[in-house]
């Protein structure tokens, strides 16, 4: 509950200062909560807009987007009117009062379970590709500078390298089809709901 209530806080100061893209990373280990969140955000004016671009990102900690809505004042003030004590605890729109906040109403779970899977398809989508790219470089480039800086540079040292490399490689290249096999589904999904994701520019 503190985690969502400080989540919101940054989003509500974002949208009294009129910022136009409100980013953060999830602080859920769950990434259904997160999807929660970004309905929660859009009642107050900020739509889930993907992976923040042009922003440093951790390998391990993505950055996601928020865009502001065009009526996103009206809508905070609707919503800050209907749940007064959000920050203050709850509840909160669209979700059950009790709890940890972040479980959606039977009427608001279709919509958590549509931005679930834009968070998802985001997740699979380039941003990882690029990261496990990226680590079937530094793997071998690792193994060959320990196997130098320990002074095992040997004929063993070395097979035992390419056999720790190969592994590396193989564990990177099922990954890769996992998250291809779960990107179709999540894209699948959202093509069944008639949403085109990532939007287009000029849809958002």
């Not at 793997?139 to 190969?166: H, K, Y």
């Not at 099922?174 to 999540?186: E, N, P």
């Amino acid at each position: 509950m503190f985690l969502l209530r400080r989540q919101l806080t940054a989003l509500l100061r974002d949208g009294g200062a009129g910022v136009e893209l409100h980013t953060m990373v999830n602080p859920w280990a769950s990434r259904r909560k997160f999807a929660a969140f970004a309905y929660i955000a859009e009642q107050y004016g900020y739509r889930y807009d993907g992976l923040a671009s042009g922003i440093p990102t951790s390998r391990s900690h993505p950055i996601f987007g928020f865009r502001r809505l065009p009526d996103a004042q009206e809508r905070a003030t609707r919503t800050s009117a209907a749940y007064p004590n959000a920050v203050g605890g709850g509840p909160y729109p669209g979700m059950r009062p009790s709890g940890n906040g972040l479980t959606p109403l039977p009427e608001a779970r279709p919509e958590v379970d549509l931005l679930h899977a834009r968070i998802m398809t985001d997740l699979y989508g380039e941003s990882s590709t690029g990261r496990i790219k990226m680590m079937a470089i530094v793997i071998p480039v690792s193994v060959l500078l320990g196997l130098v800086l320990t002074g095992n540079f040997t004929t063993t040292g070395t097979l035992i390298g390419g056999c720790v490399v190969a592994g590396f490689w193989l564990y990177l290249w099922l990954a890769a089809a996992y998250m291809r096999r779960r990107r179709v589904k999540y894209v699948r999904i959202l093509e069944r709901a008639g949403i085109a994701w990532p939007p287009r520019r000029s849809d958002r």
